[in-house]
């Protein structure tokens, strides 16, 4: 076996491992969301512009951006935030931020503001906001819909997790779902609080209830999708993480999971074109160069590996796999030289 082919088997074997876990980090994770503001047409506003997080319609968080447009959260656990911004002398922003500390510790936003063309409608409906789930329900609504006890958990909850404190979100949730078996939204985040905790089939089976209550619930396929992913179902994966894009086509994570799946089944041409659309739609989602580079890597494409290495590295560099991820390079670097001379 030559030295270069031993090399490349070496390359394939170690990203393979840092792609994708097997299962979830022990320890708990924490990340942050960064983001830069820019204005279309004109100049960036003088007076402050206040960014909304929120989870599942409700405001956990808001900070100011500064007089550059750029703004953070910090110490989040991983889940599907919104970033909301309602100011007078733009049109509304309501923008999707999927947070995965075991993918990424850091996702980045970029958020273009639109000038108001005409001052906002009094009673325009939420639903006909670009980008939002028209059939997605929000606190307020199932406030009428459902015990208060029920909420009072549930905002618990939210707000354990918003600590890292998943044991205490999952008995929230699971409380809110006892008062309230209805709740999808509790559902979708015990699943996640029990895929942060290792139990992937916890995890699976509240997905699965989180879609048969609500099936316009993308946070739900996707999570669906990453259990299926993390437990090798490559087929069942790629079929939820299709039906999710069906409903949100400009989910970052979305992709990446499709883009993973159609990997290990295969698709390689589809799985490159689908993970290069994962990183267009946020450039920081690190596992997705990764997956990219085993693709290369696979069919022989050393130079384009190595592009993606670098731009890792450029994007990424205090990444939790960029000492690994420098010695991948290093070793096809000095193979690529070796094999020109």
Do not use: W
Request: proline share 4%; charged share 25%.
């Amino acid at each position: 076996m030559s030295r270069s082919y031993r090399l490349r088997l070496y390359c394939i074997a170690l990203l393979s491992v840092v792609s994708v876990s097997t299962c979830p980090a022990q320890q708990q994770q924490y990340g942050s969301i960064i983001g830069e503001l820019h204005v279309s047409r004109g100049d960036f506003p003088q007076h402050r512009v206040l960014v909304q997080l929120q989870l599942h319609g409700a405001t956990i968080d808001s900070t100011y951006a500064d007089g550059q447009g750029r703004f953070g959260f910090y110490s989040l656990g991983g889940n599907s935030y919104r970033i909301v911004i309602d100011d007078e002398d733009f049109e509304r922003v309501d923008q999707s931020a999927i947070l995965d500390p075991s993918i990424m510790l850091t996702t980045m936003v970029q958020i273009n503001l639109q000038p108001r063309s005409a001052p906002p409608k009094l009673n325009s409906s939420r639903k006909d906001v670009p980008g939002r789930n028209p059939y997605m329900v929000d606190l307020e609504e199932y406030t009428r819909r459902f015990p208060k006890k029920a909420i009072k958990e549930y905002k618990k909850g939210l707000e354990a997790e918003k600590k890292g404190d998943y044991k205490d979100a999952t008995k929230a949730f699971q409380k809110t779902i006892q008062l309230a078996p209805n709740f999808y939204p509790a559902h979708n985040d015990l699943g996640s609080s029990y895929l942060t905790q290792g139990d992937l089939d916890g995890a699976q089976r509240e997905f699965l209830q989180a879609l048969r209550l609500d099936q316009n619930a993308q946070e739900a396929y996707f999570n669906l999708a990453y259990v299926y992913l993390l437990t090798r179902s490559y087929g069942q994966a790629e079929t939820v993480a299709r039906e999710g894009l069906r409903r949100d086509p400009n989910s970052a994570f979305g992709q990446f999971v499709l883009g993973a799946s159609l990997h290990r089944v295969g698709k390689l041409a589809e799985a490159e074109t689908t993970l290069n659309r994962a990183l267009q739609l946020d450039p920081s989602m690190g596992k997705a160069y990764l997956e990219l580079v085993n693709i290369y890597l696979v069919q022989q494409r050393t130079e384009q590996a190595i592009n993606e290495l670098r731009t890792f590295l450029k994007v990424l560099p205090r990444d939790s796999m960029a000492l690994k991820v420098k010695e991948v390079l290093t070793r096809l670097e000095k193979a690529q030289q070796s094999a020109t001379r």
